[in-house]
């Protein structure tokens, strides 16, 4: 019985699951995946999983890797339905980014910044030739490539963090002086976006967004539905001390520490009030990106859109990338996903009734040949 | 990273209902500002499920912060108990919710999930409908700004929805609206009833049972309380109407299975190639038929006595 698929479910669900777990293994004699090597060797994959997944936990990241068969959006989508079953204990204090263990950061403003561009771990500067070297590698050529780095590594030691460059730009008067936020910051996971919304629930949303859906929406702004034309005053990517009060005492101490990119552009300054600083002379604008893990092209994506998004949210919004419901309702992964799938389901029902509609609607525009031919 | 942190493998299991207990309150809350304000769509939280956005996250949430242990619970997609989705989400409370009770007769169930169909057999005050909704603002059709649509609610300003039945009307002659037919609750609110056939709506009038619906992915629960007034968008002079089951000849076709012919019927081809028709929700077409073979056994009895 081919067409009623919608009945014997339960056999039918049983045995997708068992052809899925199948393929995942891909063989019987394949050797299966170690969470470590994920965790390790696929770093940016997890970098990405934990960002969308909005849970900093790389060990369950690596889990969804290997269960979902490397799919990012189910990956992320699996540790966001984790979330759901904890509870919130309590809210962080802002943690200072200042602090991070940087592992990179560089500057695309100036050439020389306070404390040095330090380029890290980067393929801006690779040329993507495949390396054949790579197809038969085995541990004691892993230890070999450790030996070499360690090997090569200065005699003196860097120092663990760097000073922001935006503080010397704001020490110049380039840029709106801070100003402190009041209230408890936005948390998307506990109330619902209404329009319009405060930054901080903007920012929320980007940080945990799906990394090709703010790169496409930031990409029309880079070229020409929007005009922020960025620099990058400053990218960072490394660790950040997480800060949480003691519950007994109430002093600050540190809980752990999270990988995280932050990405700061530089936009050119608006003539108006709000683009002034102190002593009403015209300044720079900014646009601030984060996110957990290892994800440079989000952060600057995000960085350019909060930038369009501010400018949107003050003049109205002139492009796509300066909507904020635009932007923010169509840059969640777990929601277009699941979306997008949900059409996979039957709809006999609805389209039951479509069919009556075009049926009538024919009928009365005089062709009624379905309705002649149609008998039964 | 932490080398040294191994992953607790035994927490294998999930509390009562799957969310966190706040996360539950938070629900009912927004359903009981829903109830209160019928047809309003009170925005909240939504929380990720283990399963696919738009497969019914938002009408599990309302079951999940409302099934207790002593309910009963029915599911059904397309009208169907036994249809892949339903199964699914079915098999996801059992595995949550021990010591809930499903069942698949529509009257034996104290909450019955739905996507697509409100059961053929009238609801009961003890019974709550969760319904599953994609899409939950009827006036997205005419308006794609969230912040405009909420203005225009606020105003039971739907001139743009009533000018757009007249172009339908205008241009075809018919309201081409199939499904998901816009439908004014409590003389205020419009809502989306979901993607009900319009044979659906009428049922929504004046229920007895509470009937709540839930965008997941659109975070957002709303509500057509017990005896609230729900009329569907038409004219004085152009009408509602519902699906047309007429054959070429004028005579309402009945379900090739159980013989009813006051049920929104599915329409599909046979191997042969013939057109067949068959009751939607599978409950009732069952009951239907069981009524009958009990009727004819009834008569056989009678018969032999």
Redesign the interface.
């Known amino acids: 019985m081919?067409?009623v698929?919608?009945?014997?479910?339960?056999a039918?669900?049983e045995g997708a699951a068992a052809a899925t777990d199948m393929l995942r293994a891909g063989s019987e004699h394949a050797e299966p995946l170690v969470?470590d090597a994920i965790?390790g060797q696929l770093r940016l994959l997890v970098s990405r999983v934990v960002s969308e997944g909005g849970l900093y936990h790389?060990?369950?990241a690596a889990?969804a890797i290997k269960q979902f068969q490397g799919d990012t959006l189910e990956a992320a989508?699996?540790l966001?339905?984790y979330?759901?079953?904890?509870?919130?204990l309590l809210e962080t204090p802002p943690q200072n980014t200042a602090h991070m263990r940087v592992i990179r950061r560089i500057s695309s403003a100036f050439k020389d910044i306070p404390g040095g561009q330090m380029l890290g771990p980067t393929y801006d500067y690779a040329l993507r030739l495949l390396d054949l070297g790579l197809v038969d590698e085995n541990p004691e050529d892993f230890r070999a490539i450790a030996r070499r780095f360690l090997a090569d590594a200065p005699e003196t030691e860097l120092p663990d963090s760097f000073p922001k460059v935006l503080d010397a730009l704001r020490a110049e008067g380039l840029l709106p002086p801070l100003k402190p936020v009041a209230g408890a910051p936005f948390d998307?996971?506990?109330?619902?976006?209404?329009?319009?919304v405060p930054r901080a629930a903007a920012l929320a949303t980007m940080a945990r967004a799906e990394t090709g859906s703010l790169l496409a929406i930031a990409y029309s702004n880079m070229r020409g539905y929007g005009d922020v034309h960025p620099t990058i005053a400053e990218l960072r990517v490394g660790y950040v001390p997480v800060m949480l009060p003691h519950p007994v005492t109430g002093e600050p101490m540190e809980a752990?520490e999270v990988?995280m990119t932050e990405c700061e552009v530089v936009a050119m300054f608006e003539g108006d009030a709000e683009g002034k600083g102190c002593g009403g002379k015209p300044v720079f604008t900014l646009g601030y990106g984060a996110c957990f893990g290892h994800n440079e092209v989000k952060a600057i994506s995000m960085a350019i859109l909060d930038r369009a998004l501010q400018k949107g949210m003050k003049d109205g919004a002139a492009n796509p990338s300066e909507d904020p419901?635009f932007v923010l309702?169509h840059v969640d992964g777990?929601?277009s996903?699941?979306?997008?799938?949900?059409?996979k389901?039957?709809?006999?029902?609805?389209f039951?009734?479509?069919?009556?509609?075009l049926r009538?609607?024919q009928a009365?525009?005089g062709i009624d040949t379905v309705?002649?031919k149609?008998?039964? | 990273m932490n080398n040294t942190y191994e992953l607790p493998l035994d927490e294998a299991g999930y509390a009562f209902g799957f969310m966190d207990e706040y996360a539950k309150k938070e629900v009912r809350r927004a359903i009981l500002k829903a109830i209160c304000i019928p047809g309003y769509q009170t925005p909240y939280a939504s929380r990720e499920m283990p399963m696919g956005r738009g497969f019914g996250t938002g009408g599990l949430q309302l079951t999940l912060s409302l099934v207790g242990g002593s309910d009963t619970l029915k599911v059904i997609d397309q009208g169907s108990d036994d249809s892949v989705n339903a199964v699914n989400l079915r098999q996801f409370v059992q595995m949550t919710c021990p010591g809930v009770d499903t069942t698949e007769k529509t009257e034996a169930a104290t909450l019955i999930q739905s996507r697509h169909r409100i059961p053929e057999k009238p609801l009961t005050e003890a019974q709550i409908l969760v319904l599953q909704v994609p899409y939950p603002d009827a006036l997205v059709v005419v308006e794609p700004s969230e912040a405009r649509r909420k203005t225009m609610h606020g105003e039971a300003d739907y001139s743009r929805l009533l000018v757009k039945l007249y172009e339908d009307i205008v241009k075809f002659d018919e309201i081409t609206i199939s499904h998901r037919y816009p439908t004014r609750i409590h003389g205020h609110y419009i809502i989306d009833p979901s993607p009900i056939p319009r044979w659906d709506v009428p049922k929504l009038h004046q229920s007895k049972a509470l009937i709540l619906l839930g965008a997941g992915r659109e975070k957002k629960i709303y509500a057509v309380p017990p005896y609230t007034l729900a009329e569907p968008l038409a004219f004085e002079d152009v009408v509602f109407s519902v699906e047309d089951f007429r054959d070429a000849a004028g005579i309402r076709r009945a379900c090739s299975r159980c013989g009813a012919t006051d049920s929104f019927l599915d329409e599909f081809s046979n191997e042969a190639g013939e057109k067949i028709y068959q009751c939607s929700d599978s409950a009732y077409c069952d009951e239907q038929l069981a009524r009958q073979t009990s009727h004819a056994q009834t008569t056989n009895t009678e018969v032999v006595a």
């Open positions: 081919g067409y698929a919608i009945k014997g479910g339960k039918a669900i969470l965790e790389p060990k369950l889990l989508f699996a966001r339905a979330r759901s079953t904890k509870p919130r998307i996971t506990r109330q619902p976006l209404i329009f319009p752990g990988l419901e309702l777990v929601d996903m699941g979306f997008a799938s949900h059409y389901m039957p709809h006999y029902v609805t039951q009734s479509d069919m009556d509609r009538t609607t009365k525009a309705r002649q149609d008998t039964a």
